[in-house]
C-alpha cells in the first residue's frame, strides 16, 4: 500500500534524445538532468521544465545584455539630467565650447612662438657649424649637443601643437554632440 502511494505521488519526466526520440519515464536519466527536460504530473501537463546548458547560456546571455541596456540608458538619462540642469540654450554651450577651445589655442599659440626662437636658433648653429667645416676645424662637442637638443625641442613643439589641434577636435565633437542632444531634448520638452 505504501509502496502504491509512493508510486502515485511519483512525477513522469520527458525528454528527447540526441535522435530526436521523445522519452517518457518515471525517473530521468542522468545524462539528461543537464541537457532539459519536462516534469509532468498525472494528467500529463508540465508542472516544471529544467533548461539545457545551451538554454542556460542564452539565457544568460540575454539578461546580461538587458542589463547592460538598461546601464546605458540609466547613463545616458543622467547625462541628458546633466545637460538640460547645465545650460539653458545653445548660445551658452557655444559659449563652453569656446572656452574649452581657449586653453588649447593659447597652447598652441605658446608653441609656435617659441617654435621660431628655436627654428631661428637652429639656423644660427647649422651656420656656425657650416662655417666651422669649411674652415677644416672639428665641431666641438658643445655645439653638436646644442643642436640636437635644439632639433628635440623643435619636434616637442611639433608634437605639441598636433595633440592640441586634435584635442580641439575633440572638444568641439563632444560640444556639437551636447547641443544636438540639447536641442533633441529641448524639442521633446
Known sequence: ???AAGTAQAAMYRWV??????????????????SGAAEMNKQ??????????????AEAERLSAQKRLQQEQQKQAQ???ALTSTYTTEAEIDLARDRALEHHKLAIKGAEIRGKAVEANL??????????????RKVGAGLTEQLEQATREQQELKRTIQSNEEAMEKVRGKYAADKARFVELSGKQ
Open 1 to 3: 500500500m505504501l509502496l
Open 17 to 34: 534524445d540526441g535522435n530526436g526520440r521523445v522519452h517518457y519515464s518515471d525517473t530521468l536519466p542522468p545524462s539528461y538532468q543537464k
Open 44 to 57: 500529463g501537463s508540465i508542472i516544471r521544465r529544467t533548461q539545457s546548458e545551451a538554454e542556460r547560456r
Open 79 to 81: 547625462l541628458d539630467r
Open 123 to 136: 639656423a644660427d648653429l647649422r651656420t656656425r657649424i657650416a662655417k666651422i667645416e669649411q674652415a677644416g
